[in-house]
């Protein structure tokens, strides 16, 4: 007996992949569990908004009454962002939240999912999880990075955050055969920085040749996605060294505090915050539209290039 899971389109979003028109996926994660509201619902249709600049349609994606929402309406945003209570439903949980009619906010990881199920091969987000520092004992990897091994999607980011262990996950990324290619940078971006101090395997700044090594992935018959980074613009960037050292101080506090497993993302970043007086959060609200804009034009070339080869 098969089954298969419900997909609930948008008309933009349905009319766009008919049409074989560009689309960009999109986590609800950033509305339900980033910034407060009404600033969520305004940064998620900034964040729509910076899809259609670069030349795509946006398709937020969202679980509801056990089935997918591949593009949220504007009611739908505004919903998910005043209310409370939305659980967060990574790769592992879609099935159970699914298979009992319940809702969630996607994360990167079930975003990926949706977005093969949905036939869209492009999805944005600010940034990506990775190994966790300490990983050698703890065994903390993201699904994210999991994820992506299995997903035919091309992930558009600004790297990973610099609270991970970022030569670990580049290291990952390379054991698991997924390409990183740069986009306007010679480095793999930690986020809200630009660089994380580790050099990217490839940049290119062009996109029409970005969109030709995507479909090169596929077609010699690999199973997982691409990352493509690009880095903040340099008038939303933080400093590495500052960025690293409220984060070692971060790590230190939260040893004493007992902190670790799930809790310790969310506590670091909210430190860090802190002692950067604010500017790391609107950093990543900067760069969920930064990215959000290249990912708009990326799709948009990959769309041509299959459009011209018939």
């Given at each position: 007996?098969?089954t298969?899971?419900?997909?609930?389109?948008?008309e933009?979003?349905r009319?766009?992949?008919?049409?074989r028109?560009?689309?960009?996926a999109?986590?609800s994660?950033?509305i339900?569990?980033?910034?407060?509201?009404?600033?969520?619902?305004?940064?998620?249709?900034?964040?729509?908004?910076?899809?259609?600049?670069?030349g795509?349609v946006?398709?937020?994606?969202?679980?509801?009454?056990g089935?997918?929402?591949?593009?949220m309406?504007?009611?739908?945003?505004?919903?998910?962002?005043?209310?409370t209570?939305?659980?967060?439903v990574?790769?592992?949980?879609?099935?159970?939240?699914?298979?009992?009619?319940?809702r969630?906010a996607?994360?990167?990881?079930?975003?990926?999912?949706?977005?093969?199920?949905?036939?869209?091969?492009?999805?944005?987000s600010?940034?990506?999880?990775?190994?966790?520092?300490?990983?050698?004992?703890?065994m903390?990897?993201s699904?994210?990075?999991?994820?992506l091994?299995?997903?035919?999607?091309?992930?558009?980011c600004?790297g990973?955050?610099?609270?991970l262990?970022?030569?670990?996950?580049?290291?990952y990324?390379?054991?698991?055969?997924v390409?990183v290619?740069?986009?306007?940078?010679d480095?793999?971006?930690?986020?809200?920085?630009?660089s994380s101090g580790?050099?990217?395997?490839?940049?290119?700044?062009?996109e029409?040749l970005?969109?030709?090594?995507?479909?090169?992935?596929?077609?010699?018959?690999?199973?997982?996605g691409?990352?493509?980074?690009?880095?903040?613009?340099?008038?939303?960037?933080?400093?590495p060294?500052?960025?690293?050292?409220a984060?070692?101080?971060?790590?230190?506090?939260?040893?004493?505090?007992g902190?670790?497993?799930?809790?310790?993302?969310?506590?670091?970043?909210?430190?860090v915050?802190?002692?950067?007086g604010?500017?790391?959060?609107?950093?990543n609200?900067?760069?969920?539209?930064?990215?959000a804009?290249?990912?708009?034009?990326?799709?948009?070339?990959?769309?041509?290039?299959l459009?011209?080869?018939g």
């Amino acid at each position: 007996m098969s089954t298969t899971v419900p997909l609930v389109y948008s008309e933009e979003v349905r009319e766009a992949l008919h049409e074989r028109r560009p689309v960009v996926a999109l986590e609800s994660n950033v509305i339900t569990h980033g910034l407060k509201y009404p600033h969520n619902a305004e940064t998620a249709h900034r964040v729509e908004a910076a899809v259609r600049k670069g030349g795509s349609v946006p398709a937020t994606i969202c679980v509801e009454d056990g089935a997918i929402r591949v593009g949220m309406t504007e009611r739908d945003i505004e919903r998910f962002a005043s209310e409370t209570g939305i659980p967060k439903v990574s790769s592992r949980d879609l099935p159970v939240v699914l298979a009992r009619g319940g809702r969630g906010a996607t994360t990167v990881a079930s975003s990926l999912v949706a977005a093969e199920l949905a036939g869209i091969p492009f999805f944005s987000s600010a940034g990506l999880g990775g190994v966790h520092r300490g990983a050698e004992t703890t065994m903390d990897v993201s699904s994210d990075l999991i994820q992506l091994t299995r997903s035919k999607v091309a992930v558009v980011c600004a790297g990973a955050k610099m609270i991970l262990d970022l030569k670990l996950t580049m290291e990952y990324l390379e054991t698991q055969c997924v390409p990183v290619i740069s986009y306007g940078s010679d480095d793999f971006p930690a986020f809200y920085c630009a660089s994380s101090g580790v050099r990217s395997p490839h940049r290119i700044d062009d996109e029409d040749l970005i969109a030709r090594v995507v479909a090169a992935h596929w077609a010699a018959g690999h199973p997982g996605g691409v990352v493509l980074t690009t880095p903040p613009r340099a008038e939303d960037a933080v400093d590495p060294a500052e960025a690293e050292a409220a984060i070692s101080d971060a790590l230190a506090r939260a040893d004493q505090d007992g902190v670790s497993g799930q809790g310790l993302t969310k506590y670091l970043m909210h430190a860090v915050d802190k002692a950067t007086g604010g500017r790391t959060a609107q950093a990543n609200m900067a760069v969920l539209i930064s990215t959000a804009e290249v990912g708009g034009r990326l799709a948009a070339a990959y769309a041509r290039h299959l459009a011209e080869q018939g």
